[in-house]
């Protein structure tokens, strides 16, 4: 018999969306029954198209280690962010990063603070490290920091802020942050995490790397999966002190960004035009989700992200239902929202051919 360790063996393990092949394959879908994906909170428009002309390019010389430092696309970052390429640490995804602050602050008899409602890999983590998790309760389905404030103790090693959060969609502006900052006590380190910030616009994207500037406890997290449209080449950076930045680079693998990654993530860098059309095709695509749950009278949490929480009412329910109908969303007990659902926003096609499944699902749910 193997030995694990029996804490391991009891670990929760992460429940992503589920891939578009599995659906075919579960339900004999065929080529001819396109899928519509809108599960995890990925870019509908696609990847831009200078990183697809830039992962064509690094393709030739895979044989060959990748950069383990990053450094062009480091370089690149800390131009565009206003911060030294030494106060950025690149990761496998930004969950990697979250593993990575797990590993070296975390260990039996400390803790994390977290929202309720937030992102469940922070839990996942500190399960990992054997830390406990102290989640507090979320006013109006947002992070209150006040109350996150109040629940920190002595043995707590960090507190997570996901903005805008998943799978809420609400976010607490800078201001907020700002006293949230001014308050925290200087033996934790906050963890924020952005990675849907470049949805939002400009205007309205809290000047959280000021804080990494000014060399405090912070790591902010950003992505290339959400905005920039590659997660399936796993890119995420965290912004933080070159003290944060030094603790990251010594628990983390030699070469956990891939030189395609790297190569692609460099040149969406580049393509601001792609991001603008983005955020245009989410705000277009959110104001006709929100209309359509308003004519069909369900609730939903407003969002500023490329998702959003709707109350359909036994939500796992749905979520197979939709499936069947060749739609894939979020199921959400396992944030204790069992009535709610998670839907990405898509192109306009998709979005509509979602409601209109929608609209089926629960005209036959309602049936005798
Ligand atoms: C998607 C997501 C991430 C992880 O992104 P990767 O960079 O793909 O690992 C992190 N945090 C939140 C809140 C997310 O929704």
Known sequence: ??????????????????????????????????????????????????????????????????????????????????????????????????????????????????????????????????????????????????????????????????????????????????????????????????????????????????????????FVLRTFSKTYGLAGLRVGYAVSSEEGVGVLERVRQPFNVNSIAQAAALAALDDDAHVVRTRRMVGSGLAQMQRAFRAHGLDFVPSVANFILVKVGRGREVFERLQRRRVIVRAMDGYGLPDYIRVTIGTKTENEFFLEQLRLVLAERTQP
Not at 43 to 53: C, D, H, M, T, Y
Not at 77 to 84: M, N, S, W
């Open 1 to 218: 018999m193997m030995q694990i360790k029996p804490w391991v063996r009891a670990l929760a393990m992460y429940e992503p969306g589920r891939p578009i092949e599995d659906v075919a394959r579960d339900y004999g879908f065929g080529p001819d029954e396109p899928i519509v994906k809108l599960a995890s909170n990925e870019n509908a428009l696609g990847p831009s198209k200078r990183a697809l002309r830039a992962i064509r390019d690094a393709a030739a010389t895979v044989h060959l280690y990748p950069d383990g430092g990053s450094f062009r696309l480091r370089e690149a970052l800390a131009k565009k962010l206003d911060v030294r390429p030494s106060q950025i640490a690149m990761g496998h995804g930004s969950n990697e990063l979250l593993a990575l602050l797990g590993h070296a602050f975390l260990e039996p008899g400390t803790n994390i603070v977290m929202a309720d409602g937030a992102f469940v890999v922070y839990r996942l983590v500190a399960d990992l490290y054997q830390a406990a998790t102290l989640a507090v309760p979320m006013k109006a389905f947002t992070h209150d920091l006040d109350a996150m404030l109040a629940a920190i103790t002595p043995a707590t090693r960090l507190v997570f802020i996901a903005n805008p959060n998943n799978p809420t969609g609400t976010m607490v502006d800078g201001p907020a942050i700002a006293r949230f900052m001014e308050r925290v006590p200087a033996h934790v380190a906050v963890a924020i995490d952005e990675a849907y910030v470049e949805i939002l616009p400009p205007d309205r994207q809290p000047d959280t790397l000021r804080y990494a500037r000014e060399g405090r406890s912070v």
